[in-house]
Nanobody, 128 residues
């Protein structure tokens, strides 16, 4: 299973970015996976940003993401997205997408160790 994150870049504070994560893999059923976005800065632990259930009907957001970020998914095309608005310099980090394979239908995992597969990360830099 491969996860390919994209969409990162340099943006000014207050701006927006949309991250995308394409999932592929033989015999892998995307719709059976809960998906998450995490971020990490050097010297700190990886932290959850947002996660979404298999169906896309339920989502979890970290407190810092509430009201600014939106996670969504397209099961037909095996994609997950993170729309980030009103970006702040403290949002600067490498952002990772992750998949929890065969997740319980309504589960929205928040822990890094709940996820089975990870993308390579995409850098987001927000200038002040």
């Amino acid at each position: 299973v491969q996860l390919q994150a994209s969409g990162g870049g340099l943006v000014q504070a207050g701006g927006s970015l949309r991250l995308s994560c394409a999932v592929s893999g033989h015999s892998y059923t995307f719709s059976r996976s809960a998906m998450g976005w995490f971020r990490q800065v050097p010297g700190k632990e990886r932290e959850i940003v947002a996660a979404i259930s298999r169906s896309g009907n339920s989502a979890f957001y970290a407190d810092f993401a509430k009201g600014r970020f939106t996670i969504s998914r397209d099961n037909a095309n095996k994609m997950v997205y993170l729309q980030m608005n009103s970006l702040k310099p403290e949002d600067t980090a490498v952002y990772y997408c992750a998949a929890d394979e065969n997740a319980i239908l309504t589960n929205i995992p928040e822990r890094t160790d709940s996820y089975d597969y990870w993308g390579q990360g995409t850098q987001v830099t927000v200038s002040s």
